[in-house]
């Protein structure tokens, strides 16, 4: 059974960061491609950030590229989502998610955590 976890958020003011960690189980996570969702109140769920299965390979949103970096640690099994520069506008409830094979598009991954909440005051 896939279980994924976020831990991480927080509140946190403009220009400061945060660490997202995404505890993964039932799957390894260099066999997977990873990524980071967010969804804001009103607003459709967004791609953040993605790691793909074996080479690693990293991909970004425009509005967080230079910004965020998604890592992986495999001994761990472990996902993360390091936010640094925050932005008010970066406020939602974050989101991991996996699947054998994906890509930016969140309907493309089966597996979803619960999310965690960032909120960036100004």
């Known amino acids: 059974q896939v279980q994924l976890v976020e831990s991480g958020g927080g509140l946190v003011q403009a220009g400061g960061s945060l660490r997202l960690s995404c505890a993964a189980s039932?799957?390894?996570?260099?066999?997977?491609?990873m990524g980071w969702f967010r969804q804001a109140p009103g607003k459709e769920r967004e791609f953040v950030a993605t790691?793909?299965?074996?080479?690693?390979?990293?991909s970004y949103a425009d509005s967080v590229k230079g910004r965020f970096t998604i890592s992986r640690d495999i001994s761990k099994n472990m996902v993360y989502l390091q936010m640094n520069g925050l932005k008010p506008e970066d406020t939602a409830v974050y989101y991991c998610?996996?699947?054998?094979?994906?890509?930016?598009?969140?309907?493309?991954?089966?597996?979803w955590g619960q999310g965690t909440q960032v909120t960036v005051s100004s």
């Open positions: 998610a996996a699947d054998r094979r994906a890509g930016t598009y969140a309907q493309e991954y089966d597996y």
């Open positions: 039932g799957l390894i996570v260099s066999s997977y491609d």
């Open positions: 790691i793909s299965r074996i080479v690693g390979r990293t």
